[in-house]
């Protein structure tokens, strides 16, 4: 499991230690049919996900924002605001999945900081690279 989610874009520069917090937020494996949604916007929820295969449109309001894939974290800013699903996604092939617990996770950033750290990068290239889209 640790050499797996070593790979994964958001934990390439985590040690083992934090990756095995992040292997403790693990809740399970799954996979999404293609044409089902993984999350919907406007939904409430704590859990997140990485992609460890297939890929996903992400959209919002109906409007196609673009696609995710292998090693890419979905869904990981409700834990930390409360706030509802900010898009939804659509499984465009059959999605292979890792589900993280957001309590747990939120745990895991506090024992190890740079966690969220890595986090926060990931979320703020994504947003940033939406702006790029809608500027």
């Known amino acids: 499991m640790l050499e797996a989610l070593g790979k994964i874009g958001t934990f390439k520069n985590c040690d083992k230690r934090q990756l ?3 292997a403790d937020a693990v809740e399970g494996r799954s ?5 089902e ?3 919907r916007e406007g939904d409430d929820g704590d859990a997140w996900w990485v992609v460890l295969g297939g890929t996903a449109e992400v959209s919002v309001g109906g409007t196609p ?10 869904g990981e800013l409700s834990p930390f605001d409360g706030e509802p699903r ?6 465009i092939d059959d999605l292979d999945v890792l589900a993280f617990s957001g309590e747990n996770l939120v745990e ?4 190890e900081p740079q966690l969220g750290i890595n986090l926060l990068s990931t979320a703020a290239q994504r947003l940033r690279a939406i702006n790029r889209l809608i500027s």
């Open 20 to 22: 095995g917090l992040i």
């Open 31 to 35: 996979t999404v049919e293609s044409g």
């Open 86 to 91: 900010s898009a939804t996604v659509t499984a």
């Open 108 to 111: 895991a950033i506090r024992t």
């Open 65 to 74: 924002l673009g696609s995710v894939g292998a090693g890419t974290a979905v």
């Open 37 to 39: 949604a993984l999350c």
